[in-house]
């Protein structure tokens, strides 16, 4: 038997906004914009070159899902993004506005340097070491 984690959902204010950021900011591919109803779309976005996890992004249908928008892990880093050339991706998300709360450091694993998204989720850029391109 064989399973996969195959989307993340990812609560969002608006559908467009966040679209705009993930594609525009991040380099993000549109893999599906499908609409279910007046109010509710089939969103998913993942890295360039990913044929991995989707990110599902959910617009918050209630206030409760509205007031996790951008806290979905307590405050902790909750999305691992991974690259290949982590000073390239680096600069060209510093370029594009990205906001770093945590400078690059080389750790034992690897590179990576903490950033947030359009709402605030923490997210790790990281280099693994051994994948450098």
């Known amino acids: 038997m064989k399973q996969s984690i195959i989307h993340l959902s990812l609560l969002v204010r608006d559908y467009d906004e966040a679209l705009a950021f993930y594609i525009q900011k991040l380099g993000f591919d549109l893999v599906e914009d499908t609409r279910l ?16 996890c989707c990110l599902l992004l959910a617009k918050a249908a ?3 899902q509205l007031a996790a928008v951008g806290n979905q892990s307590g ?18 998300m510093l370029e594009k506005g990205i906001l770093f ?16 998204d359009l709402y605030g989720n923490l997210w790790d850029l990281i280099e693994r070491k051994g994948n450098a391109g």
């Open 75 to 92: 405050g902790r880093v909750f999305l691992f993004l991974e690259t290949d050339h982590f000073d390239q991706s680096y600069q060209s």
């Open 101 to 116: 709360v945590r400078e690059p450091v080389a750790e034992s694993y690897g590179t990576v340097a903490v950033f947030t």
């Open 62 to 64: 209630n206030e409760q």
């Open 37 to 52: 109803s007046e109010t509710k779309r089939w969103v998913l976005v993942r890295p360039p070159g990913s044929s991995g």
